[in-house]
């Protein structure tokens, strides 16, 4: 008997509110720790805020929209509340009797969930009812509630370690998002390192060439000018040479002709040097590596990977 009635407090402890400690009203399940309580509980002991709540009984931070209706756990309070455990202990109905017949209630009427004496058993309202002994009813009720129980207790492991893993899938991919963020800052802080560096030495190397082609070109420019001068000297003698009468024209007409030639075998073409026209083309070549080094890296990053392409990167993180 005591055994029995343990049965029956344990039965009302698992089918009872820890808010209000009366049967489940409308149970709800809390996913993020599992624990049950009426929904109108709940409702009044987190109040009208928005702010996060928190599970009553664990204290564990959950969402408000994520209370699942828990059915099973409802139907299982029913059966007890149908039972009338809290008004009697003693087996087969002792100290209970009808209130029409004021017999014992020894029987219980499965059709009407109700228990019953044996003056109702042989009513015109039970006469096609199944009837069996509260013992029995009893048993067979305890039974299917404690199957439920277990059914509750399992869903209720599950949802827990499913808790655990998404906690721990969670955890995982952020350590993986915050790795791949201080790499990426520490590459591309790499990156503009050696962009900066490259930029300075290919601007030093123009600004060198443009400063030797502007000392090459007045240094021509002057060669140019001393040549055109004395061209308009040699010019100026020969046509005055030329308007000469003969006897002074034949006089000393060598040596004229002489500075001419002179002039022409000394002169030689005046041309930059093909070693600063390629370092000109270096630079120019570097330029266009830049690019289409640039349209590659353009196409690599905004290039879209697909879910499998996705997973493998990842996967490749979480092995380094």
């Not at 600004?207 to 240094?219: A, F, P, S, T, Y």
Request: proline share 3%.
């Amino acid at each position: 008997m005591a055994a029995f009635e343990g049965h029956i407090q344990r039965l009302r402890d698992e089918a009872s509110c820890s808010i209000c400690l009366d049967y489940f009203k409308d149970p709800v399940t809390i996913p993020e720790c599992g624990h049950n309580f009426c929904r109108s509980c709940l409702i009044q002991c987190w109040g009208e805020s928005e702010a996060e709540a928190s599970c009553p009984q664990c204290r564990e931070r959950v969402q408000r929209r994520s209370l699942i209706p828990n059915r099973q756990l409802a139907n299982m309070v029913e059966i007890a509340q149908n039972l009338s455990l809290q008004e009697g202990k003693e087996e087969g109905g002792k100290g209970r009797v009808c209130e029409k017949h004021q017999e014992p209630l020894k029987l219980f009427c499965k059709e009407d969930e109700a228990p019953i004496c044996v003056v109702c058993d042989k009513s015109k309202e039970h006469k096609h009812h199944e009837v069996i002994p509260v013992e029995e009813a009893l048993e067979e009720y305890k039974g299917e509630i404690c199957r439920r129980l277990e059914i509750l207790r399992k869903e209720r492991e599950e949802i827990l370690a499913h808790q655990a893993a998404l906690d721990k899938e969670c955890k995982d991919l952020l350590k993986l998002t915050e790795t791949e963020r201080l790499k990426t800052v520490e590459k591309f802080r790499e990156l503009r390192h050696f962009l900066e560096e490259q930029e300075k030495r290919l601007l030093n190397d123009v600004e060198e060439v443009e400063k030797e082609i502007g000392g090459r070109r007045d240094e021509q420019l002057a060669r140019l000018s001393r040549k055109l001068s004395s061209l308009e000297r040699i010019i100026q003698e020969m046509e005055e040479k030329s308007q000469q009468p003969a006897s002074e024209l034949l006089q000393d007409v060598r040596s004229t002709l002489q500075r001419y030639e002179e002039r022409e075998s000394s002169e030689k073409p005046l041309t930059f040097p093909p070693e600063l026209r390629n370092r000109f083309l270096e630079s120019c070549d570097l330029n266009h590596l830049v690019e289409d080094t640039m349209k590659q890296w353009k196409d690599a990053l905004l290039y879209k990977k697909t879910d499998s392409e996705r997973c493998s990167v990842i996967q490749k993180s979480s092995e380094r």
